[in-house]
């Protein structure tokens, strides 16, 4: 009798398991090999819908490249549609040693000639040279005070008798009143002055925190044994001075942001310069050569994926969506004519050196759209940002506009996407019921095919009986013969 079980070659459980070794020994037939066989052929649909699926799902990834792809074009297409991008402004000094310049958006270009009397200062007092840091300021046995004068303020330092120099820069420097200066300890290097016989270096330097006379250091008392002396620049001397258009301007910083109306100035030495604002033409340039650019890599992705590929000799797996339309979707906005402004100077993408590749891919010559935004800079914005007061939309929002809808959750992309998942669940739901009742066949073919050779082993059992009774009768029949 030929014992044994099988396995499923799916991943479906069997009602019958193990592996027939012996299937075929008593029929003498390769009913394994058959079953086997048998199996592989009707395996063939189950493994196409298989195939389909990961078609799907490369499909899925496909949808996602093209979505991020249309979002980068979407995003240089929004900041071609903002006023900002085309008020942006530079700011150029002529002598950078002298000044330079910061410029806000939208400032009028303009040259304008500035003059630097002078730069900001801070007020700085010195004292007498001692000749060590833990030399006593107070050399009497009582307290006395310091008191200097910083804007409309007197400050009061405590010097305790026997207070060392050094000691006494920390006590200004950590006074709760003190408005705004530091106390340092300086070694200036100065040897023996006559009639001096001891080099006296180190002294106390007092200096404002901030530039300018608001800052002014005076002194309303000071220490018998420390005098202090004012250096450099005292009353408004201390401030910046410039000319500008003929008049005079004095100001407590070197930073100052209201002589040229958008203008900042930070002054760094006296002298003359020329600052000049213009248009940030090459900032608009590179906006707009990135949005030409995110435009070609949305068409190379889309056409890479839907064309005819005759290395494969098949089709892209996007040729059967609905994304193959896509680019030319996108060339109609390209093309779009927009009259934003009277002078009617740029209108199409052309105009700026557009012209279209063979493959659908646009370019741009630079020299053509740098010398456009050159010649027609209110033309070229009025292009893109169109005009609210007549009804015009520019390209900008135009674009901006179809590719926010088109990546939107209840868009194109999002639509795709979401049938390639609904296909894979079905495809996969198919095979699933398409498995079960291929094991199940199995099942009962694996079972009749025991039954059968169990059969054929009996017949073949029972033949070989018969055939030795009859060899045994012959034999008998011809030895009674003989003897008689």
Do not use: C
Request: no cysteine; proline share 2%; charged share 10%.
């Amino acid at each position: 009798m030929a014992t044994g079980t099988i396995s499923s070659t799916t991943g479906a459980t069997s009602s019958v398991t193990g592996t027939i070794s012996s299937l075929g020994v008593g029929s003498g037939l390769d009913l394994n090999g058959m079953l086997t066989s048998l199996r592989a052929a009707d395996q063939q649909v189950i493994t196409a819908k298989q195939n389909s699926i990961t078609t799907y799902q490369s499909q899925l990834s496909e949808f996602t490249v093209i979505n991020n792809k249309l979002l980068t074009m979407k995003s240089n297409a929004l900041d071609l549609s903002l006023s900002t991008t085309f008020l942006a402004r530079t700011a150029t000094s002529s002598s950078p040693t002298v000044l330079t310049a910061t410029v806000a958006d939208g400032t009028a270009p303009q040259n304008t000639a500035v003059t630097v009397g002078r730069i900001a200062t801070t007020s700085t007092w010195m004292s007498a040279g001692m000749a060590d840091p833990s030399s006593s300021v107070n050399t009497t046995a009582s307290s006395q005070n310091f008191i200097y004068h910083v804007g409309a303020t007197d400050i009061t330092v405590a010097v305790p008798a026997g207070t060392t120099l050094s000691g006494l820069v920390n006590l200004i420097n950590t006074g709760t009143g003190n408005p705004g200066v530091t106390a340092s300890l300086i070694n200036d290097g100065s040897g023996v002055i006559p009639p001096a016989t001891v080099a006296t270096p180190y002294k106390l330097v007092l200096q404002a925190n901030a530039t300018g006379s608001n800052q002014e250091i005076t002194m309303t008392a000071q220490l018998p044994a420390l005098a202090m002396s004012v250096q450099g620049q005292t009353g408004a001397n201390l401030n910046a001075q410039v000319t500008v258009g003929g008049v005079s301007y004095q100001r407590q910083t070197n930073t100052i942001g209201d002589v040229i109306s958008g203008v900042t100035l930070n002054l760094q030495t006296a002298g003359s310069s020329t600052v000049s604002v213009a248009s940030n033409s090459t900032a608009v340039q590179q906006k707009i050569v990135d949005f030409v650019t995110s435009y070609n890599d949305v068409v190379q992705e889309i056409s890479k994926n839907t064309g005819y590929n005759t290395t494969t000799s098949s089709f892209g797996i996007l040729a059967s969506t609905t994304l193959r339309d896509l680019p030319s979707g996108l060339e109609n906005l390209m093309t779009s004519q927009v009259k934003a402004d009277s002078k009617g100077l740029v209108t199409t993408m052309f105009d700026l050196g557009m012209a279209f590749n063979r493959d659908g891919t646009i370019s741009i010559d630079t020299t053509k759209l740098s010398a456009a935004i050159a010649a027609s800079p209110d033309s070229v914005s009025a292009f893109f940002l169109g005009n609210s007061a007549t009804g015009v939309t520019g390209l900008g929002d135009q674009v901006n506009t179809y590719l926010r809808d088109l990546t939107s959750n209840s868009g194109q992309i999002k639509a795709e996407q979401t049938a390639a998942q609904s296909r894979i669940d079905d495809t996969q739901q198919q095979i699933d019921n398409m498995t079960a009742l291929l094991n199940k066949k199995y099942d009962t073919l694996t079972t009749q095919f025991i039954a059968l050779d169990q059969y054929m082993s009996q017949m073949k059992s029972m033949s070989s009986y018969l055939t030795q009774q009859f060899n045994s009768l012959t034999s008998t029949t011809g030895t009674s013969s003989s003897s008689g």
